[in-house]
């Protein structure tokens, strides 16, 4: 409901809250990866790094975790990092690092 009004902050920390009480490392992950969308919405940029790479740390070949703080990296700025996650992906064999660049460049222009 917060997302929907516009409140990203807010949402971010109902569903780190959320994440908190999450029985199941499914639901956890998805919920991490919901949250990192949201600071990638709301242009915090550091602070959506810093949460996705806590996560990777945790979960280093999580495909969704991945290619989100990709997105995050690309749009901070961050071309080379960002080319190091879509790399991993692709020896994760994810997808080329060159179509997963395309996909983050047109998710932005649109």
Request: glycine share 6%; net charge negative.
């Amino acid at each position: 409901y917060c997302e929907q009004l516009g409140y990203f902050n807010d949402a971010i920390s109902d569903l780190k809250r959320y994440i908190r009480i999450a029985d199941d490392i499914e639901t956890k992950l998805e919920t991490a990866a919901q949250v990192i969308t949201l600071y990638i919405i709301a242009k915090s940029f550091a602070k959506g790094i810093e949460f996705a790479s806590e996560w990777i740390q945790q979960y280093p070949q999580d495909q969704d975790l991945l290619i989100r703080r990709a997105k995050l990296l690309y749009r901070a700025g961050l071309i080379d990092e960002a080319m190091e996650d879509l790399g991993l992906l692709e020896e994760l064999g994810h997808g080329s690092a060159k179509d997963n660049l395309n996909k983050i460049v047109q998710d932005v222009e649109i």
